[in-house]
């Protein structure tokens, strides 16, 4: 039987098995493999498990040992999931997907986007938003760290007080829950997808349309497993469960 896991640190609490059980009704093996280090995590998964999802700290440690780097993680740096055949391993980046379904999924039409945040999960959301066919923005409470974002992708940069000018129809918030929410943030006309859904911190505010972080999980999750399986998962059980 095929063998999937979840390497990062910590991983303790991850929703991933139980996803990975109503995506298949336990037809195949779904571990957490908590370690601190990438190495041991790594050298488990190559011994042991036909494809693994990978979140932080590891995703730019997998994207620099894949064998073979799909666009999506390519163009984002990072990788969330690995494929074994054999010898070889492929790498993939389905946050992109996630956020590409879960707002194309919505049916309302976007051509401007605004991404609140410079991280990871940032631009994944950015690289979806150019698939959807979006002039894309890039705002963060470090400035430099939203231009270096954007000079890698070829959008715009704006200091948090110059984008609460703009009149985006979608705006993805990356920032943790924690984080002070930014004042002035253009919600009103825009589709909102707020990646944090442990303590989103956006749900009761005006906006054209709210979009759960889950559904980004759900959809990055069910794009993932399809490329463990071949298989296309049962996403209503998988949408139940969340």
Excluded at 82 to 88: A, C, E, F, K
Excluded at 157 to 176: F, K, R, W
Excluded at 211 to 221: C, H, V
């Amino acid at each position: 039987m095929k063998r999937f896991a979840l390497i990062g640190y910590p991983v303790a609490g991850s929703l991933s098995p139980r996803l990975f059980q109503a995506a298949y009704g336990g037809r195949y093996s779904y571990e957490l493999l908590e370690d601190p280090s990438f190495e041991h995590a790594w050298e488990r998964f190559l011994a042991s498990f036909d494809g693994i999802n990978v979140t932080a700290p590891f995703k730019l440690d997998a994207c620099s040992r894949v064998d073979t780097l799909h666009e999506n993680a390519r163009l984002c740096g990072a990788v969330n999931l690995v494929v074994r055949t054999g010898s070889t391993t492929a790498g993939y980046n389905t946050d992109v997907d996630g956020v590409y379904e879960a707002v194309r999924r919505c049916s309302l039409p976007v051509s401007e986007a605004l991404i609140v945040g410079a991280g990871g999960a940032a631009r994944a959301a950015a690289v979806a938003a150019h698939r959807l066919g979006c002039r894309v923005s890039i705002t963060n409470r470090t400035f430099s760290r939203a231009q270096a974002l954007s000079a890698s992708l070829g959008c715009q940069a704006l200091p948090l007080e110059d984008a609460t000018l703009l009149d985006p129809d979608l705006l993805v918030y990356t920032l943790p829950g924690s984080a002070p929410l930014p004042a002035g943030l253009p919600l009103s006309r825009a589709v909102v997808l707020e990646a944090e859904y442990k303590h989103p911190v956006l749900t009761s505010q005006s906006c054209r349309a709210y979009i759960s972080g889950r559904q980004w999980l759900l959809w990055q999750a069910a794009a993932g497993y399809a490329l463990f399986t071949g298989e296309t998962p049962d996403v209503e059980k998988m949408s139940a469960l969340l």
